[in-house]
Nanobody, 115 residues
Framework: QVQLVESGGGLVQAGGSLKLSCAAS????????MAWYRQAPGNQRELGAR???????NYADSVKGRFAISRDNAKNTVYLQMNSLNPEDTAVYYC?????????WGQGTQVTVSS
């Protein structure tokens, strides 16, 4: 199986920045895409940003222009740079790695943005 280890979550003031990291390890054949999802209290889990092995990206409308996803294919690591954070960004953020055989998930990391 693939294991995902996340880091970088925490507490930040509105207008501040955080950078999340997620490293994949284990029995990896080929990771086609990696992504960050988030889930706020009372809401379903939603896609925030995704990046393919070729570098193509897509973002949720709510984070466009503020978040940037990047990927280091050699290290099987994905990053999420989050700028201009606001309280609506408060959520548990989950790393996802997609192979042709299935998806793998990280444990989730809490991001809290205070006013």
């Amino acid at each position: 199986q693939v294991q995902l280890v996340e880091s970088g979550g925490g507490l930040v003031q509105a207008g501040g920045s955080l950078k999340l990291s997620c490293a994949a390890s284990g029995r990896i054949f080929s990771i086609n895409a990696m992504a960050w999802y988030r889930q706020a209290p009372g809401n379903q889990r939603e896609l925030g940003a995704r990046i393919t092995s070729g570098g193509r990206t897509n973002y949720a409308d709510s984070v466009k222009g503020r978040f940037a996803i990047s990927r280091d294919n050699a290290k099987n690591t994905v990053y999420l740079q989050m700028n201009s954070l606001n309280p609506e960004d408060t959520a548990v953020y989950y790393c996802n790695a997609k192979e042709t055989t299935g998806d793998y998930w990280g444990q989730g990391t809490q991001v809290t943005v205070s006013s």
